[in-house]
């Protein structure tokens, strides 16, 4: 397991608007620059809000020995074993009841079970992924659930995911969230924001990981795009924007690469050397 290695340095990957392209796909240039950090003896993590099960089947899918940071924070790889931080169940009841007065959209993920009042909605439900999802990270989906089958239902949840066209409405519930004990609420763009537990977000699980490396932060290199990769920055000495970046996170970062479509990750990859040393090292040339 990683917590036995030595790294030269720790790579943070976001994936969407970043590694994936607009397919939602890994082009074979990003895989083989992957897989070239990883021989190099650096630490490769995924960094993500997407749910564990789709992380961690996509970095199996790559190498097995790239790490996980997922539901913006509340799920993480950590000393060889997995770290999730669940929203409390009262914190989750009161949010479902500012939920339903608003009229907006939400998902509530747990590890392998996620609950919605909505229809089923792929761009949130993953169990059409079952089939190439890795061992024992299968999901089940229920959708269309009452209000009050949902209160009654929902519980080990990681992250619920919020979103609705009017910007006006989803901004008055996110305050009212905000309200809430014991709960996070992160934007990722301005139709949709996360619920996680008080004190979690990427940088903070990017800094808990970097320190079970043994890592210092000027050895944490950090690809993003949108708002919720700012944290992730926070936790980086080396902060590199996705050329399709939001304006927000271009002005916070040292250089901006190639966009998701022109393979901006592996234009970054490819170049390991002139940020870190020799592997072993662990420092930035």
Known sequence: MYHDMTYSGMICLDLDGTLLNREGKISSRNRESIQACLEWG???CFVTGRPYCFARSLADTIDKRIGVIACSGACYEYGGRL???ELPDEAVRQFADCLERSGAHAFFKGLTRFYTHDIYDERFLYDHHNSWFSKGLQVQ???????????????HIHKILVYDADRKALAELAKHT?????????????????????GT????????VRL?????????LAIGDAWNDMPMFRSAGWRIAMGNAVKEVR???DEITGSNEEDGVAEILEQAG????????????
């Open 83 to 85: 770290v999730t931080e």
């Open 42 to 44: 650096i630490h490769v």
């Open 251 to 253: 002005d916070i970062c």
């Open 212 to 220: 079970c490396l043994g890592l210092e932060k000027e050895q944490v």
């Open 274 to 285: 002139r940020y870190f040393r020799a592997a072993g090292t662990g420092r930035f040339a």
């Open 141 to 155: 989906s229920f959708p269309g659930l009452s209000w009050q089958e949902l209160k009654a239902r929902v519980c």
């Open 178 to 198: 905000e309200k809430i004990a014991h709960v996070q609420v992160s934007w990722y763009r301005d139709i949709s924001f996360d619920v996680t537990a008080e």
């Open 201 to 208: 977000d990427k940088g903070i699980a990017v800094e808990k």
